[in-house]
């Protein structure tokens, strides 16, 4: 168990619809990073927040968006599914957002989102 | 720009064997660093081994190892003493530039060990 919670572990909905992933990043940690896992595209970093912050933004869709609360827990907002938005969805934690070279993300076990 | 190349999309192993799993990768810093994550058929992303382009020994953890080949930008996984369960998708990863902590992975490999 890497202690990183996400849910809903599964996610069925169509397109056009709305959905929130929920993650609980690892006791301690600030950074929160959110991935995502897709037969054609592979693993492939969305968005990173540290502290509340948002720091780093990858190949992340417009119609995507995240934030990290107070409490740290963060959650991924996809709108306007499509079918191509089918995909695993990891959030991963770490406790610094600083460059170091051992920055170790610990993944969660991952949102299964289909959209049909 | 970083790039992980992981050449092997499969690879069989007989329990109690070992295997290497190939990973070679490309960056024109000086300082970075390589993970290693294991994905069972379960789907979750297991962090394995961390080595960092400075470290002088390659890194081991349990029954993992990094042959860390510097100045050929390999860092192969070593599983020793294969087991079922170690039956996954092995991806490897680096940070995608310097200043960021973003991870950019491999394709991956699927390791499957047999009795």
């Known amino acids: 168990d890497s202690g990183v919670t996400q849910t809903p572990k599964h996610l069925i909905t169509a397109t056009g619809q709305r959905v929130t992933l929920r993650c609980s990043p690892r006791s301690g940690d600030l950074s929160v990073y959110w991935y995502q896992q897709s037969l054609d595209q592979g693993l492939q970093f969305l968005i990173q927040?540290?502290?509340?912050?948002?720091?780093a933004k990858g190949n992340i869709l417009e119609r995507f968006s995240a934030q990290q609360f107070p409490d740290l827990h963060s959650e991924l907002n996809l709108s306007s599914l499509e079918l191509g938005d089918s995909a695993l969805y990891f959030c991963?934690?770490?406790?610094?957002?600083?460059?170091?070279?051992?920055?170790?993300?610990?993944f969660g076990a991952g949102t299964r989102l289909s959209v049909l | 720009a970083q790039k992980i190349t992981q050449t092997q999309p499969g690879m069989f192993v007989q329990e109690k064997e070992a295997v290497t799993l190939d990973c070679t990768y490309d960056?024109?810093?000086?300082?970075?660093?390589l993970f290693w994550y294991k994905q069972p058929s379960s789907g979750e992303m297991i962090f394995l081994i961390y080595q960092g382009s400075y470290d002088e020994q390659n890194a081991t953890e349990g029954r993992y190892s990094l042959n860390f080949q510097k100045a050929r930008k390999s860092a192969n996984l070593v599983i020793s003493a294969s087991q079922l369960g170690d039956s996954a998708m092995y991806f490897c990863?680096?940070?995608?530039?310097?200043?960021?902590?973003?991870?950019?992975f491999g394709t991956g490999t699927r390791l499957q060990v047999f009795p």
């Open positions: 991963a934690s770490s406790v610094a957002g600083d460059i170091l070279a051992k920055n170790i993300q610990y």
């Open positions: 960056t024109s810093d000086q300082s970075y660093g």
């Open positions: 927040y540290y502290n509340g912050e948002e720091r």
């Open positions: 990863a680096m940070r995608e530039a310097l200043n960021t902590d973003k991870l950019i």
